[in-house]
């Protein structure tokens, strides 16, 4: 997408402990954009990712424990697939 319409100015991004990971804050800078963090408890700034983000948990991520990687990708799939 970037290749076809440019480098974004800004990338929003939730400031939660399920989006601080390096390794996208490297990537992010690397491909010459900046993050655009929504502000604590201001949810409203970006409600799609807020009800995604909270969907997330309550259905899968708080009812799950995976052992291997490859576990978790199996069964985040299968709840991507059904909601």
Known sequence: ???????PGHIRSDNGPEFIA???QDWIAAVGSTTAY????????????ESFNAKLR???LDC???YTLKEASV??????RHD
Do not use: M, T
Request: proline share 6%.
């Open 75 to 80: 069964v985040i799939e299968q709840w991507r």
């Open 58 to 60: 309550d259905e899968l």
């Open 38 to 49: 929504i502000e604590p408890g201001s949810p409203w700034e970006n409600g799609y990712c």
């Open 22 to 24: 390096k390794a996208v």
């Open 1 to 7: 997408l970037f290749s076809l319409r440019g480098v």
């Open 64 to 66: 799950e424990v995976f």
